[in-house]
T-cell receptor, first 115, second 112 residues
Framework: DTGVSQNPRHKITKRGQNVTFRCDPISEHNRLYWYRQTLGQGPEFLTYFQNEAQLEKSRLLSDRFSAERPKGSFSTLEIQRTEQGDSAMYLC?????????????FGDGTRLSIL | SQQGEEDPQALSIQEGENATMNCSYKTSINNLQWYRQNSGRGLVHLILIRSNEREKHSGRLRVTLDTSKKSSSLLITASRAADTASYFCATVISGNTGKLIFGQGTTLQVKP
C-alpha cells in the first residue's frame, strides 16, 4: 500500500528564500488537498485540486504561495520570500471523488523552519 | 478560522479506562470525521459519521452526532498505551468541496 508521500520531511531555510514541497498522492485518488498546521493547533485548509484543476484556495494562501498539480498526479506547493510566520507543518492529503466528502489520506507532512 | 472546538484540550487516563472527547461546530455539515495524529506524523482517519446518522461504531471506537446541538463525541473504550495521540474532529460543510475544517484537538495520554 503506497500511501501519500511528501518530500522533503524537513526543510530549514533563511527568511526570504523560496521553498518548494512535493506531494505524491495515492495513485487512484483524483482529489488532493494542502493543509498547514502550527504547533498545538488543528490543520487549516490551504487549497484543493480535483485532477489538475485548482478549485478552491483559502484566504490563508497569500500571493507568495502557489500550488500546482500539472498532470493531475503529484502536486507542488511553493512559498516565495519566506517569512517567520510560514514556519509550520505542511500536510498533503488525497481522497477519491465521492458525494459529500470522503475520508482523506494524509502524508507525514513537511516541517518548515524559517531561521 | 477553525470550525470546531474540542473538549477537553488534554486528557490523561490509565490503561484500560475509557476516554471521551467532545467536539462542537458552528455550521450545517455534510459529515463529521475523527482523525488521530501521533507526534510528528500525519493524520490517520478513524471514523466518518454522516449528518443523518446518530451513532457509529468501529472496533473500540464509538462516535455520536447530535446535529441539533452541533456536537459530536468520540469514545475510546478499554484504552491502550498505543492510543496516546492527538485526536481531531473535522467537518465537511454542506455543499462543499470536501475540504476538512478541523477543531483544535484533544491530546490523549494513556499511562501503562
Amino acid at each position: 500500500d503506497t500511501g501519500v508521500s511528501q518530500n522533503p520531511r524537513h526543510k530549514i531555510t533563511k527568511r526570504g528564500q523560496n521553498v518548494t514541497f512535493r506531494c505524491d498522492p495515492i495513485s487512484e485518488h483524483n482529489r488532493l488537498y494542502w493543509y498547514r498546521q502550527t504547533l498545538g493547533q488543528g490543520p487549516e485548509f490551504l487549497t484543493y485540486f480535483q485532477n489538475e484543476a485548482q478549485l478552491e484556495k483559502s484566504r490563508l494562501l497569500s500571493d507568495r504561495f502557489s500550488a500546482e498539480r500539472p498532470k493531475g498526479s503529484f502536486s507542488t506547493l511553493e512559498i516565495q520570500r519566506t517569512e517567520q510566520g510560514d514556519s509550520a507543518m505542511y500536510l498533503c492529503a488525497s481522497s477519491p471523488h465521492g458525494q459529500g466528502g470522503q475520508p482523506q489520506h494524509f502524508g507525514d507532512g513537511t516541517r518548515l523552519s524559517i531561521l | 478560522s477553525q470550525q470546531g472546538e474540542e473538549d477537553p484540550q488534554a486528557l490523561s487516563i490509565q490503561e484500560g479506562e475509557n476516554a471521551t472527547m467532545n467536539c462542537s461546530y458552528k455550521t450545517s455539515i455534510n459529515n463529521l470525521q475523527w482523525y488521530r495524529q501521533n507526534s510528528g506524523r500525519g493524520l490517520v482517519h478513524l471514523i466518518l459519521i454522516r449528518s443523518n446518522e446518530r451513532e457509529k461504531h468501529s472496533g473500540r471506537l464509538r462516535v455520536t452526532l447530535d446535529t441539533s446541538k452541533k456536537s459530536s463525541s468520540l469514545l475510546i473504550t478499554a484504552s491502550r498505551a498505543a492510543d496516546t495521540a492527538s485526536y481531531f474532529c473535522a467537518t465537511v460543510i454542506s455543499g462543499n468541496t470536501g475540504k476538512l475544517i478541523f477543531g483544535q484537538g484533544t491530546t490523549l495520554q494513556v499511562k501503562p
